[in-house]
């Protein structure tokens, strides 16, 4: 189909490589031969928000979100603690690990900044930042966006298209691979008027693609070397978010300050944040030591895991005094899944019934009651406490039609509704299960040989490592490990510092280890990262089961397709039915409630009438009330 380009002025860029080049070299009132994909899309109009599914919560003339104070001081600080270390300044590489802080969920996007800004009290939508608006056409097969003209980077330079395209340019070069694998569905780059970019995808099949791409980083050009860049490391480099990196303490502190410059602290998305003229982030070696920094004052917030400190050692002095409450925080989010993960890479783990007979011999009721004053549920569904999980829920016609090509793989209980992980009641219950865990380890080729389990057909015994990095890891192996061993299965507990830990995970490099998986009312695109077959064999953080399951790929395809709220949670239950069908974990615990530590001089809004964060507490809203 013909343009003509009098009447459409636009530069278009093939995507491939980013080797960037008009489609011609010199414009003219001639007629231009484009792709249809480009020209028989139909826009919508530019909007301040962009939804995943139906249409954002906030209107275009709102003043602030739901869960913040508008009337938050600014000023004082926070300091918050993480363990372990960091080697690198670099958030979006995979080598090395970077500090908490700087592009972050949790604790804020405080030095980098996307397109456009995630709100926490609905499931999944974005409001303009950089972007002053999104225009996104209803097959979703492009998505253009608009620059604002004030936005800067922190050293007052303006925020350009240039600087996205060498941003994307740099992440498809050197970033993680969910980076990459995003920036490849790009086909071209459209620049329709002055500070706009236009994405072009091949198709609009990945409903989620576009939003993804609002949620890039935008990184300057001028500021950064490419080459110093791609080595991690301590190499700083700027920003255009709400505070500068001032001081670093390699592998132990860093601390970030207010820049008194910061460009968008009056956008409506942002704010009653941002309050804290200083944010430092401490790191700790183990969690005892922590939790002594805590009791001392050394740091703000405690996000509390352990049900047995909780209930027993939150007495110290600054409790008493009144400086520290234990506050209880509830999230709508659904509990994800916590599990020793199979590595199936490895022979021992690549049969799915052994994984699925090693999966019942979890001593759940004994932990719980012993180690944690009986605080947790067990684990059983990815997308647990929600209407996405499909616990309890037989396979609707919708979910049949999906798994319509595996139905025969997946186990009856998990299509009918009535799977539960299982777990022994008492000793007794124990025993039974030990004893149906022998027959069904002798059905696939092992038997007990003088005490040891070994595979009949190669001689070996069944020995695996467990990896672990804490002491708590470390305790619940070891409960895990004294049953195994009743059976002739030796479970080699391997606890190595956090440096080695992370390295070995990343490269996979394990038999066994401890592993959670958060989960969002709007999973996407990161379950490819997680779970898809294409992931197997890439280093990473990501598929540490080593899933090679053409359902699991097809229901993650089905949900990120899913055009109406129905089909994606079908699409979402079919897939955890896939994920539990794979026996990839021995399946641990969930909280019902979040637990925090706080020391009184942070404050954080009361909002239950209006709305709150889904996922329970935020700090990015809190703010400095004094001592």
Known sequence: MFFDICATPFLSYPFGGFRQKAVLPVLTCSMLLVSPVLSTVAHAAPAHGIAMHGDPKYPKDFKYLDYVNPDAPKGGQITYASQGSFDSLN??????????????????????????????????????????????????????????????????????????????????????????????????????????????????????????????????KHAIDPENFAKSGMYQFIGSGPYLIAQVDAGSKIVLKRN???????????????????????????????????????????????PARWADQYDFNA??????????????????????????????????????????????????????????QRSGSYFQNS??????????????????????????????????????????????????????????????????????????????????????????????ARVLERLGIKMEIRTVDSAQYWERRKTMDFDMMKMSWSASLSPGNEQKSRWESSQRDVDGWFNQAGANDPAVDAMINALLAARSLEDFTAAVRAYDRTLINGFYVV???????????????????????????MAGYRPTVFWYGGE
């Open 91 to 220: 958030p979006f590489l995979l080598k090395g690990v970077a500090p908490r802080g700087l592009w972050d969920v949790d604790y804020g996007y405080n030095v980098y900044e996307p397109l456009m800004a995630r709100s926490a009290d609905e499931a999944f939508s974005l409001y303009g930042l950089i972007a002053e608006w999104a225009d996104m056409p209803e097959d979703r097969s492009s998505i253009t966006f608009k620059i604002r003209d004030e936005a800067r980077f922190s050293d007052g330079q303006p925020i350009t298209v240039d600087d996205v395209k060498f941003t994307l340019k740099l992440l498809e070069e050197h970033g993680r691979p969910s980076y990459k694998s995003q920036i490849k569905r790009i086909v071209a780059i459209e620049e329709p008027g002055p500070g706009q970019m236009r994405f072009v995808f091949e198709n609009g099949d990945d409903r989620e693609l576009p939003l993804l791409i609002g949620m890039m980083p935008v990184l300057p």
């Open 260 to 306: 008194p410059d910061y460009w968008a602290k009056d956008l409506p998305i942002k704010v009653g944040q941002d309050n804290f003229d200083q944010i430092s982030i401490e790191y700790y070696r183990d969690g005892t030591a922590m939790f002594e920094a805590f009791k001392k004052g050394q740091f703000d917030i405690q996000p509390e895991s352990d």
């Open 387 to 480: 209407s996405l999980s499909s616990l309890g829920e037989p396979a609707s016609e919708r979910e049949k039609a999906l798994l319509a090509p595996y139905l025969d793989t997946i186990d009856t209980n998990i299509l009918d509704g009535s799977y539960q992980p299982v777990s022994a009641a008492n000793n007794g219950e124990m025993r039974k299960l030990m004893k149906a865990a022998l027959s069904d380890l002798a059905g696939e080729g092992y038997s007990l040989k003088d005490g040891i389990m070994v595979n009949e057909a190669t001689g070996a015994p069944f020995v695996f490592e467990f990896l672990s990095t804490t002491k708590e890891e470390e305790r619940l192996a070891l409960v895990y």
């Open 319 to 376: 409790i008493r005094d009144g400086k520290v409450e234990k506050k209880v925080f509830s999230s709508i989010l659904p509990t994800g899944m916590s599990g020793f993960v199979f590595n199936t890479r490895k022979p021992v783990f690549q049969n799915r019934v052994v994984r699925r007979t090693l999966a019942t011999l979890f001593d759940f009721e004994w932990v719980n009651k012993n180690l944690y004053h009986g605080l947790f």
């Open 587 to 613: 399946p641990l615990f969930h909280k019902g409630e979040q637990w925090v530590g706080m020391w009184k001089r942070i404050r954080y809004p009361e909002t239950e009438a209006k709305g709150r964060p």
